[in-house]
């Protein structure tokens, strides 16, 4: 199957303003096939959105990359010239924002915002932005509309137009739905789903929800720490999750209480990146832990579609 | 609307502070012996200082109505008069060094924001810093030295010996040549402050999310720097604007009097120092009506730059 996206070995560092520098991204390897939606879900600081910001090649100016390969449509990306990467940007890849109050600009109406993103010239541009408008759940007034005046909801839905625009065979949706109420939020995966149907989109879903990425996605990725923990369809990572850590996920979602349980957390805190536990960067807070996981990083094992990176099915060692 | 309360506070509360410290212009007066008691109590009258200050302040603001302003103690002429005289070379010099300060001060303030952390940068910020630490004064006798010495430039007046015979149009370039040195003091003291402050909005508006957007859309630097920086780092500077202009009348006072360019500096110094009432009260009318005319003029500039603003 054809890879609409392809991300092998990628390491991130982060150099902080002062003190030595650190792997925020520790060797992620990650793929979309076409027409697939993958979520990649994991608590704050665990690195989605540098994973995100790393596709689009759009890192902060304090991050780096170190390593690894970014291949979009099976096309290495890692070397190309920022000229080069622009015309891929929006046009091959796109991607919305977690707030899309702060990510549009204030000072221009929504609809010339849309326009600008339209590649090449041509007639019929306008037209062609109104009717992707409409198809986003917008009216046509809101074209000549400042982002000011449009609710969250409709602000995300003129992000995702612009995202859309020029018909990009993947989009990488980094917490779309956060800033937004629930049921705004609701009407925006839906939205979405839509889309990936209509278009053909392969989609990377960034979610720290992982009853929302089980919702929404084929499959799923765990990160913790900066590497991908464990990788597998939704259905499995709901009803048999293999890593310790999406284990204890799941089972604080709160569709598995019944009415007066306590509700459940996963005690601890995601590590520091300047200071990451020796051995498996989870053990801190793992109940299964063993003698291994003091000393070893456990390397990536597999396990049907999928992987997990847990000396519970082997001992197989990071290198 | 709220500007003519404003205007009427403002003119009572100077009028009645300047009138609060002891004494008047007919003070100095008194030491002079030649001068009778009498004659000084009647000059007193005449111009209705022995009334208490309400009533004065009646008397003038009445005056002002009848778009009189007084006469002026020192000189024995209309304060209109007066400072018909020296408005011209005052708005002259402003005009000038506003308009060069700005025309140089924007572009280099982006252009630096865009080289952040390279060595461009780094050089004009250092120069900006000298400018910002010398002070307006030093940088007026600096350039006086100079002229003087080089004979570049002409120094001092507003007109050289031949003006008399000269054309009109050779009156124009004589008049522009003294007030070169004057305006280039003034916008070198300017120059820095409004530079760095370009800088900082330019990179503030480059670290906003929009712009991550606008490179996720692939637009080009030159378009994401022109069309999505610029337009909102230039809605701060707006309000700076409208300050600067509310400060065309006083703020080249010191660059006037050290480059002796006969302005409104040296008139309303003197003015405040011989405690020439109506004279300072004009003065202070003028300021206070340009404070109110430059916030105008910038809350009209931002409606229509921003529409946050135009549509609230």
Same mark, same amino acid.
């Given at each position: 199957m054809e890879k609409m996206l392809e991300i092998k070995k990628l390491e991130v560092s982060f150099r902080p303003a002062v003190g030595e520098s650190v792997k925020i991204l520790r060797g992620?390897?990650?793929?979309?096939?076409?027409?697939?939606?993958?979520?990649?879900?994991?608590?704050?600081? &665990?690195?989605? %959105? /540098?994973? $995100?910001?790393?596709?689009?090649?759009?890192?902060?100016?304090?991050?780096?990359?170190?390593?690894?390969?970014?291949?979009?449509?099976?096309?290495?990306?890692?070397?190309?010239?920022? *000229?080069?990467?622009?015309?891929?940007?929006?046009?091959? /890849? &796109?991607?919305?924002?977690?707030? +899309? &109050?702060?990510?549009?600009?204030?000072?221009?109406?929504?609809?010339?915002?849309?326009?600008?993103?339209?590649?090449?010239?041509?007639?019929?541009?306008?037209?062609?932005?109104?009717?992707?408008?409409?198809?986003?759940?917008?009216?046509?007034? /809101?074209?000549? *509309?400042?982002?000011? *005046?449009?609710?969250?909801?409709? *602000?995300? @839905?003129?992000?995702?137009?612009?995202?859309?625009?020029?018909?990009?065979?993947?989009?990488?949706?980094?917490?779309?739905? %956060?800033?937004?109420?629930?049921?705004?939020?609701?009407?925006?995966?839906?939205?979405?789903?839509?889309?990936?149907?209509?278009?053909?989109?392969?989609?990377l879903f960034i979610t720290h929800d992982i009853s929302l990425a089980v919702n929404f996605a084929n499959m799923i990725a765990v990160m913790y720490a900066g590497r991908i923990v464990e990788l597998a369809g939704a259905g499995e990572i709901l009803n048999s999750p293999l890593h310790p850590y999406t284990e204890m996920l799941v089972s604080c979602l709160p569709e598995k209480y019944k009415s007066g349980d306590k509700i459940k957390t996963i005690e601890g805190k995601v590590p520091d990146f300047r200071d990451l536990p020796k051995g498996c960067s989870f053990h801190p807070r793992c109940p299964y832990k063993k003698e291994i996981c003091l000393r070893e990083e456990p390397g990536e094992m597999k396990r049907g579609e999928g992987i997990v990176r847990c000396f519970k099915y082997g001992d197989f060692v990071e290198a | 609307?709220?500007?003519? +309360?404003?205007?009427?506070?403002? %003119?009572?509360i100077s009028f009645v502070i300047i009138q609060l410290a002891p004494g008047d212009y007919f003070t100095q007066l008194q030491m002079n012996p030649e001068i009778s008691p009498q004659t000084i109590e009647s000059m007193r009258r005449n111009f209705g200082l022995d009334k208490p200050v309400i009533a004065q302040y009646f008397y003038w603001l009445g005056n002002l109505a009848r778009f009189n302003l007084g006469e002026s103690f020192s000189y024995h002429v209309p304060v209109s008069f007066l400072i018909g005289q020296k408005l011209k070379n005052t708005l002259a010099l402003s005009v000038f060094s506003i308009f060069f300060t700005w025309l140089i001060a924007i572009p280099l303030g982006v252009y630096s924001a865009i080289k952040e952390g390279r060595w461009q940068e780094k050089m004009m910020s250092f120069f900006a810093y000298i400018g910002i630490s010398i002070p307006s004064f030093l940088i007026a006798m600096l350039l006086v030295f100079f002229a003087a010495r080089t004979m570049v430039l002409p120094v001092g007046g507003t007109t050289s010996v031949f003006y008399i015979n000269a054309t009109g149009w050779e009156k124009f370039i004589d008049y522009l040549k003294h007030l070169l040195l004057p305006g280039i003091a003034l916008t070198l003291a300017e120059i820095g402050w409004?530079?760095?402050?370009?800088?900082?909005?330019?990179?503030? $508006?480059?670290?906003?999310?929009?712009?991550?957007?606008?490179?996720?859309?692939?637009?080009?630097?030159? @378009?994401?720097?022109? @069309?999505?920086?610029?337009?909102?780092?230039?809605?701060?500077?707006?309000?700076?604007?409208?300050?600067?202009?509310?400060?065309?009348?006083?703020?080249?006072?010191l660059v006037e009097i050290i480059t002796n360019w006969p302005g409104m500096g040296r008139l309303i110094l003197d003015a405040v120092l011989s405690r020439d009432l109506y004279l300072v009260m004009a003065s202070l009318l003028i300021g206070g009506v340009l404070l109110i005319l430059g916030n105008l003029v910038a809350d009209i500039l931002i409606a229509a730059a921003d529409p946050r603003v135009r549509l609230r």
């Open positions: 992620v390897n990650l793929s979309v096939g076409k027409n697939e939606s993958l979520a990649l879900a994991g608590e704050s600081g &665990s690195g989605k %959105t /540098v994973t $995100a910001r790393a596709v689009m090649k759009l890192l902060p100016n304090n991050m780096n990359f170190e390593k690894g390969e970014i291949l979009i449509r099976d096309r290495n990306v890692m070397n190309l010239k920022e *000229q080069e990467f622009r015309k891929i940007r929006g046009k091959d /890849v &796109s991607m919305i924002f977690q707030e +899309p &109050s702060s990510y549009l600009n204030p000072v221009f109406t929504a609809g010339s915002q849309v326009l600008e993103a339209v590649k090449g010239d041509g007639p019929g541009r306008k037209e062609r932005t109104i009717k992707l408008l409409n198809e986003v759940g917008l009216k046509e007034n /809101v074209f000549y *509309q400042y982002p000011h *005046q449009l609710s969250g909801g409709m *602000q995300q @839905r003129v992000m995702i137009a612009m995202a859309l625009i020029n018909n990009p065979g993947l989009l990488i949706a980094d917490e779309p739905t %956060t800033a937004l109420d629930v049921t705004t939020a609701y009407g925006i995966v839906e939205l979405l789903k839509e889309m990936m149907e209509k278009h053909g989109l392969s989609m | 609307m709220q500007f003519i +309360p404003l205007l009427f506070g403002m %003119t009572f409004l530079y760095r402050l370009m800088k900082n909005n330019f990179l503030e $508006a480059l670290g906003s999310p929009y712009i991550v957007t606008a490179h996720a859309k692939g637009l080009s630097d030159g @378009r994401i720097y022109f @069309r999505h920086a610029l337009r909102n780092a230039v809605n701060p500077m707006i309000t700076i604007f409208g300050y600067t202009l509310s400060s065309v009348l006083s703020g080249a006072a």
